[in-house]
């Protein structure tokens, strides 16, 4: 069975540094999906990024930043110029047929 | 990106009654739909996945007969907590895709409390 963990229950940034949150993940699978997903106050489940396997290159999303290390099988997401908006849960996710394995979560905390 | 809406968003109930969750893909047909229960500082647990026309999978200790799903058509799937109970109280997650290893867009979620 597919698992995946996140080892930061909580992470703190200073507004406007960088953060890394870290994943991960075990499979046999070679053909795969990653996901961060982002879970403010609200609740709701925002799709922050994504990445294919089969692709070497790291997925990026304006000041989100993944380094993808397949052999490793790590998955961590960076956060540039953190703004206080980004203050959320933090969820890697795998995806290997139609159904997500989720990690822990890591609550990330922006200080002013 | 695509959109999930999820109805109601809180709902308060009474023991023993039932309660219908809608979830609607609102600008993509949505092959399969995911219900998940998230408790309080921990993470989505799936319940069950529900593609259109056919009969939810139900993930192990989930009981099919309190958590009845319905996914009648490619935009709607419902779920039903029968002879709801104050532990079935918790926050359920709802999430569509368009296919099999694409990416899962998520409802507002409900938060349902049985007193």
């Known amino acids: 069975a597919q698992t995946v963990t996140q080892s930061q229950p909580e992470m703190s940034v200073q507004e406007a540094e960088t953060v890394t949150l870290s994943c991960t993940y075990d499979?046999?699978?070679?053909?795969?999906?990653l996901f961060w997903y982002k879970q403010p106050p609200s609740r709701q489940m925002i799709l922050v990024i994504r990445?294919?396997?089969?692709?070497?290159q790291n997925a990026t999303e304006n000041r989100f930043s993944v380094n993808f290390q397949k052999a490793a099988k790590s998955f961590s997401l960076k956060i540039s110029d953190s703004q206080l908006g980004d203050a959320a849960m933090y969820f890697c996710?795998?995806?290997?047929?139609?159904?997500?394995?989720f990690g822990g979560g890591t609550r990330l905390m922006v200080k002013p | 990106g695509a959109v999930v809406s999820q109805h109601p968003s809180r709902v308060i109930c009474k023991s023993g009654t039932s309660v219908k969750i809608e979830c609607r893909s609102l600008?993509?047909?949505?092959?399969?739909m995911f219900w998940y229960r998230q408790f309080p500082k921990q993470s989505l647990m799936l319940m069950a996945t529900?593609?259109?026309?056919?009969?939810?999978?139900?993930e192990q200790g989930v009981e099919k007969d309190k958590f009845l799903i319905n996914h009648a058509s490619l935009t709607l799937s419902t779920l039903t907590v029968t002879s709801a109970h104050p532990e079935d109280s918790s926050f359920y997650i709802c999430?569509?895709?368009?296919?099999?290893?694409?990416?899962?867009?998520f409802g507002p979620g409900t938060r349902l409390l049985v007193l």
């Open positions: 999430s569509a895709t368009s296919g099999s290893r694409e990416t899962q867009y």
């Open positions: 499979t046999s699978e070679s053909d795969y999906y």
């Open positions: 990445q294919e396997a089969y692709k070497q």
């Open positions: 996710a795998y995806n290997a047929g139609n159904m997500l394995t």
């Open positions: 600008d993509f047909q949505a092959t399969t």
């Open positions: 529900s593609n259109e026309g056919s009969k939810a999978t139900y």
